[in-house]
């Protein structure tokens, strides 16, 4: 089988030195940053399972009050992991579609079953467990997003020109109708269930999933973006050994952490009007900051064997879909009034669930890995990708 006739150039090479690889020739960067992805994802998720009514409270009370430490806080992770979490998920397809291009197999072909498995998972861990899933996003961003990166590089502009231009300009303008003061919000009360019941909070997520799933359209444009900026990093050699990858990655991170930071902190003082660019306009551009930084200095890193932090931190990227799922779990366990009723005021609780969910999945990481080569979804998903049809 050939490779389909209108994917696009694989860049020469077929894997250019790369700063850091493990033993398995794995690049070492991206699953330290993978890992460091999952884990911010948890500090900024955390204060939604920590508030009282739960993850759903949101909707109708908000996050956080006046108090200073939890604004710092809630600004550190608001939209910068998931928006790192986004970019890696971007390299993955690259890796992919190279691969399927060298194997001489049509693209995206196969991927799309990726992708339905994908749904499907996020569709359950949404049922079951945590109402802003963002696995469904990713999903039917990455059909959109794995077509783009087969596609010339005019294509993809153009495409991805339109689809951030009218993302920006949509955000922008319900920004100025809240900061006009010309947008309300009217959330029934019955869409938020209590969480001293389970059933009663997968009931609701089932019947007010319009409501709950209406943040998708925030996600799937915003993936498909930044699916292809992290695809065009790969093809521009971020991760290779060079002078020029050193450089490209120094003007990522000034324009990342030198520009993104201070922007991202003026949003999240300006107050709650300003959301939408606060969590999914700016971060990605600290994000671009982090992935550039990270990449830096695990390229830096001593060669040898790396220390127990750091190889937790991996075998956390390694498995990063499982763990994804696992800390949303836990938290939820931990908070819930059916599980142990953890949740309350005060950014001191929601740092001390933090790191006790994170705690959990550096330990049980490795100790999984040293038994099988991937998490456990990760596992599922690929014995069910892997198996091929009937000629």
Known sequence: MTAHPSAGPVPPGATPR???????????????????????????NIWLFAAPGGPASLLTTGLGGGDPAELVLRTLSNGKFLGLLTLLFGVGLELQYRSAVRSGLRWPGRYLVRAGILFVEGLLHYVLV??????????????AGAWLIGRSDRVVRVWTGVVAGVYVLALAGVTALLVLGGATTDVPRAAVASTASWPDQVLTRLTAAGLYRAELVLIIPS???????????????????TPEAARL???LAAVGLGVGVPLNALTAWAGADWFLVDRYLVPPLVSLGILALGTTLVARAREGRPGVLRRAVEAVGRTALSCYVLQNLLA?????????GLAGEG??????????VSAV?????????????????????????????AA
């Open 18 to 44: 790369t700063t850091s690889t493990t033993g398995t020739g794995r690049i070492a960067a991206l699953d330290v940053l993978r890992g460091v992805a999952i884990l911010g994802t948890l500090a900024s």
């Open 130 to 143: 945590f109402e802003f899933d963002v696995l469904m996003g990713y999903a039917v961003a990455s059909v």
């Open 223 to 241: 993936a498909v973006v930044l699916f292809v900026v992290g695809s065009r990093l790969v093809r521009a050699g971020l991760f290779t050994a």
């Open 249 to 251: 990655r120094n003007r």
């Open 332 to 340: 939820a366990v931990l908070c819930f009034d059916w599980g142990f």
């Open 347 to 356: 950014a001191l609780r929601a740092v001390l669930l933090w790191a006790a």
């Open 361 to 389: 999945l550096l330990v049980l990481a490795p100790l999984w890995l040293r038994r099988w080569p991937r998490g456990p979804i990760e596992l599922v998903m690929h014995r069910v990708y892997a198996r091929r049809p």
